[in-house]
């Protein structure tokens, strides 16, 4: 029995006529852009995130620039980060024209090892950019006690985290500003583009609603060079359906990931996500380390399971980033996570059955 690595279908199918009466209300309305569901989704999300500013834009992507621009950063500044991401964190780093500067990783949670990371601070580093892959915080005590002593930017990459939690803290609301993403296949995903920067700093949030609008306020005055970055008003009304449901939408990703790791737990050759103790993990992906990934994978596909590989190449290591003199061995954990990294279906509407037959093919497939 084919099961796929995602459906959105399903998730659709479950929400079809809220989402439908929605969207029809603004093509009727014709407020396409900056209308009342933005502003509305915004305070929304707000008050969900416990942050006081939430500035949607157009992507995940845009709201990891956009940040950097609000925080200042420019030519020759460096910017600490982990080399296992998606591409999007380092290359709003490249972008600005600011050096992505990489640290390796913990082997246990695959985020950006704390120590390493402060291990780079130099005179010129400006922001740290964390990521919370898969749907788990990083671990942040010692990164917000580097960034708080040394003047430092503390950005949150949660385009794979929302709903996660750190300590009592949720994602995006414990750095100076944190970036979503609401990427069709997000936990919280639109049915297009979008993403957001969260912050509970008055200044920023102004210069954030001003850089997203070309840098204008008001229109056609322009105090900065900015961008034009919006999420649309269509997009903003799925989103304000979508966000009711995503506790619930989280809490059934726990308790199929905890299926998992209760059928693989002893299974060798399998290694199950760490959960670390200080956060709440959304699983985005639920990730496993297998030593002959390559084949499982195939064999996987073969046998019509979906699976992923995130990320197969690290970003120290990408053609785009050979000006920055990194060579294989430089971060021997990240480089060994990602040979053996393999993402398996994980999405709310998987039945007990695509859960059964997932572990069962998996087991054959080592
Ligand atoms: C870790 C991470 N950062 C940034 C992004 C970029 O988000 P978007 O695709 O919305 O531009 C993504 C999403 O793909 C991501 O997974």
Known sequence: MAVPFLDLKKQYSSIKEEINLEIAKVVEGCNFIMGPNVSAFEKELAAYLGAKHVIACASGSDAL??????????????????????????????????LPVFADIDG???????????????????????????????????????????????????????????????????????????????????YGDGGAIVTSNDETADKLKILRVHGAKPKYFHKYIGINSRLDEIQAAVLRVKLKYIDGWNARRREIAAKYDDFFKNAPGVTIPYKAPYTEHIYHQ?????????????????????????????????????????????????????????????????????????????????
Do not use: W
Request: aromatic content about 8%.
């Open 286 to 366: 639920y990730a496993i380390l297998v030593n002959n990934r390559d084949s499982v994978l195939k064999k996987l596909n073969e046998a019509k399971i979906g699976a992923g590989v995130y990320y197969p190449l690290a970003m120290h290591l990408q053609e785009c980033f050979k000006y920055l003199n990194y060579k294989a061995g430089d971060f021997a954990v990240c480089e060994k996570v990602s040979s053996q990294i393999l993402s398996l279906p994980i999405y709310p509407e998987m039945s007990e059955t695509d859960i059964s037959e997932v572990c069962e093919t998996v087991i054959k497939s080592l």
């Open 65 to 98: 620039l956009l940040s950097l621009m609000a925080a200042g950063i420019k030519e020759g500044d460096e910017v600490i980060t982990t080399p296992f991401t998606f591409f999007a964190t380092a290359g709003a780093i490249a972008r600005i024209g600011a």
């Open 108 to 190: 246990r949670t695959f985020n950006l090892d704390a120590k390493s990371a402060i291990a780079k601070i130099t005179p010129n580093t400006k922001a740290i950019i964390a990521v919370h892959l898969y749907g788990q915080t990083s671990d942040m005590a010692e990164l917000i006690g580097a960034a708080e002593e040394r003047k430092i930017v503390l950005i949150e990459d949660c385009a794979q985290a929302i709903g996660a939690r750190y300590k009592d803290k949720p994602a995006a609301a414990i750095g100076d500003m944190g970036c979503l993403s609401f990427f069709p296949t997000k936990n919280l995903g639109c």
